[in-house]
T-cell receptor
Framework: DQQVKQNSPSLSVQEGRISILNCDYT??????FLWYKKYPAEGPTFLIS?????DKNEDGRFTVFLNKSAKHLSLHIVPSQPGDSAVYFC?????????FGSGTRLQVQP | ETGVTQTPRHLVMGMTNKKSLKCEQH?????MYWYKQSAKKPLELMFV???????ENNSVPSRFSPECPNSSHLFLHLHTLQPEDSALYLC??????????????FGPGTRLTVT
């Protein structure tokens, strides 16, 4: 049973536009969420997080929104840049480690 | 060296071979993890070690054997693997397993191909 789901395997946007990556979860006990970014041939790197006591967290061009009633979070990147092209994973702390979604591959077209 | 390092970066092995993957973290963390990433699948947790003690074995076949001699080093010993074990194997570390230390730091991974 996949507790963290990313239903869009890929997304393509134009440089300068907004990228919106979505993530759904099933476990209402999750109280913290993280987004990781992964380039080819590298391990995932932490990008931004949000606690369940907030509904928004912003860091530069990256903003994460949390809708607890819908069990949904989204990562907004604006403006998108070609260097943002990567696979993005959302994650939540499980019993002993992070539970990851399957990832969304973002391609930002110049 | 900083962060989390993994060697080798690429490995091709036959089904009868025995090989080992190595992970080293230079962050002073207490918890270390092995993950498997197959194509188009979520990261799958394999093993968790906390203060050198294994705290999680996520139903991993016995042909994968972890070893954690100290908090900075983690090995994954491989023997009689199957072609479906071909994947990217990622090592990660975190400060500990509880509280606010959710953030994990990942190594670059070992791309394993079993022929």
């Amino acid at each position: 049973d996949q507790q963290v789901k990313q239903n869009s395997p890929s997304l393509s946007v134009q440089e300068g536009r907004i990228s919106i990556l979505n993530c759904d979860y099933t476990n209402s006990m999750f109280d913290y969420f993280l987004w990781y970014k992964k380039y080819p041939a590298e391990g995932p790197t932490f990008l931004i997080s949000i606690s369940s006591i907030k509904d928004k967290n912003e860091d530069g061009r990256f903003t994460v929104f949390l809708n607890k009633s819908a069990k949904h979070l989204s990562l907004h990147i604006v403006p998108s840049q070609p260097g943002d092209s990567a696979v993005y994973f959302c994650a939540a702390p499980g019993r002993r480690a992070l539970t990851f979604g399957s990832g969304t591959r973002l391609q930002v077209q110049p | 060296e900083t962060g989390v390092t993994q060697t080798p970066r690429h490995l091709v092995m036959g089904m009868t071979n025995k090989k080992s993957l190595k992970c080293e973290q230079h962050l002073g963390h207490n918890a270390m993890y092995w993950y498997k990433q197959s194509a188009k699948k979520p990261l799958e947790l394999m093993f968790v070690y906390n203060f050198k003690e294994q705290t999680e074995n996520n139903s991993v076949p016995s042909r994968f054997s972890p070893e954690c001699p100290n908090s900075s080093h983690l090995f994954l010993h491989l023997h009689t693997l199957q072609p479906e074990d071909s994947a990217l194997y990622l090592c990660a570390s975190s400060q500990d397993l509880e509280g606010s230390s959710y953030e994990q730091y990942f190594g670059p991974g070992t791309r394993l191909t079993v022929t």
